[in-house]
């Protein structure tokens, strides 16, 4: 849960950085942010997004960014968590990079997979939809996207690395160099 309370006078910015998954929820639900035509300013505050898409009530939107955020949790993994999937030798879980090939060159897991086009074209005509996917990026943002692209082709157990392969190195394997996206 965001320890920032929103409210519809905040900035964009502000309520993707409490929650960073809203411009998703704001996108699927009301066709909000996805597009130019569609997009909002970072100091444009929620109240006035609201106004100029339809006359949408603040609150009834902050429920549904809420109940976005909650379902994005839901779809996380500590790394932790993963470790000991590994470890139990959990067969059925597919550990799906998303980072660009030089990311994943520079520092991955072992016995991971880079999700380049080629990959994912095969990830999404062989794999069983119920297969346990754990996808990862640098820091766990950029990873819940695919998520939803996977989920919105029929997968149903896709999971995020929480803190992306920077967090992995921290907790789990501290052997492994930590990097920095510019």
């Known amino acids: 849960m965001s320890e920032m309370t929103a409210t ?6 502000d ?30 505050t929620l109240e006035g997004v609201c106004a100029r898409n ?11 960014v809420q109940a976005g955020h909650e379902a994005d949790e839901a779809m996380m993994l500590d790394p932790v968590e993963v470790k000991a999937l590994r470890d139990a030798g959990v ?18 897991l072992a016995g991971s997979r880079r999700l380049d086009q080629a990959s994912m074209q095969e990830t999404l005509s062989l794999s069983p939809k119920d297969r346990l996917l ?12 695919a998520a939803a692209y ?8 896709v999971k995020c ?18 990097y920095t996206l510019e």
């Open 8 to 13: 519809a006078e905040m900035t964009m910015s």
């Open 15 to 44: 309520l993707l950085d409490a929650y960073p998954g809203a411009q998703r929820a704001l996108f699927r639900k009301y066709h909000i942010g996805g597009c130019s035509s569609c997009g909002f300013r970072p100091d444009e």
């Open 54 to 64: 339809e006359g949408l009530d603040p609150d009834e939107v902050l429920m549904a």
């Open 91 to 108: 067969e059925a879980v597919e550990i799906l990079d998303i980072r660009t090939a030089e990311e994943y060159e520079a520092v991955h």
């Open 134 to 145: 754990v996808l990862l990026d640098h820091d766990g943002k950029r990873s819940l996207d």
């Open 150 to 157: 996977l989920a919105g082709h029929g997968f149903t157990n």
């Open 161 to 178: 690395l929480r803190g992306g392969i920077d967090a992995w190195s921290v907790v789990i394997d501290s052997t492994l160099p930590r």
